[in-house]
């Protein structure tokens, strides 16, 4: 996937590994001057990763608006000079499982996704007859999946994804940084455990009610996520002029 570098420091633990195994790139955003020394970082990356595919988001802006924003056309021209088949894959229902702008997370959702065919490069005599193509279909897309409902989709389990072979210094740099999130984890626990003793010893009489509080707050959250509501969907079909 292309990321933003900020992403790393915001999840360090989670980016750490999927550097390690090259399934990201990392990017500067507003710092891209040289298109083509650009494109040619990410020629370089992807000739090095054991992944086949790039993961981009088009629109360049996260948005809970419901409807798309109009694509970018920057790595798409990365496609069409690279003659890399684009493939459009929408999903509907993640603001019911994390919705970043209400503080919420909720468990057990379902969440719709549809795939367009592979639109090729080659097919199209310039790129503004490509670009305009992988318009079309974002859009459509959008509309099958946003109109769609979860009881007409096909189930598909998490454990069905690809399988990938990596290389073992991939494989041995892996389990290092693995054990050092572990470690790191662990250490955090810890120290977490001995200034929550250390502050319930200060407080004295008060610190046992205010833990039972506490726990009372977390069991609260806990099970508001397992029984909430998810909100309404954010994605709508487009309204579409008529000619």
């Not at 459009?88 to 057990?108: C, I, L, P």
């Not at 189930?155 to 690809?162: E, F, G, I």
């Not at 707050?217 to 099970?223: L, M, Q, R, Y």
Request: aromatic share 8%.
């Amino acid at each position: 996937m292309l990321s933003r570098a900020a992403v790393a420091a915001a999840f360090p633990a989670f980016m750490a590994a999927v550097c390690v195994i090259r399934s990201v790139i990392l990017f500067r955003r507003g710092r891209v001057f040289d298109k083509a020394a650009f494109n040619a970082m990410i020629r370089q990356r992807m000739r090095a990763s054991p992944v086949e595919g790039l993961i981009v988001y088009p629109e360049g802006h996260r948005s809970t608006a419901p409807g798309p924003l109009p694509l970018k056309r920057g790595m798409l021209q990365y496609a069409w000079q690279m003659k890399v088949p684009v493939q459009v894959v929408m999903s509907a229902g993640k603001e019911a499982v994390v919705a970043e702008k209400e503080g919420a997370t909720r468990f057990g959702r379902d969440v719709v996704v549809g795939y367009s065919l592979p639109l090729r490069p080659t097919g199209f005599s310039d790129f503004d007859a490509f670009m305009a193509a992988v318009q079309a279909a974002w859009d459509a897309e959008w509309d099958r999946v946003a109109g769609a409902r979860v009881s007409d989709a096909r189930p598909t389990p998490a454990h069905n994804s690809m399988a990938r072979s990596y290389p073992l210094p991939i494989r041995a740099a892996q389990v290092v940084v693995t054990g050092t999130i572990i470690a790191i984890f662990l250490a955090i626990v810890a120290w977490s455990v001995r200034t929550a003793a250390r502050l319930h010893a200060a407080l004295g009489a008060a610190g046992t009610p205010l833990a039972l509080a506490l726990a009372a707050w977390c069991a609260a959250s806990a099970g508001r996520a397992l029984t909430a509501p998810a909100p309404v969907a954010a994605m709508q079909p487009i309204a579409r002029k008529k000619e």
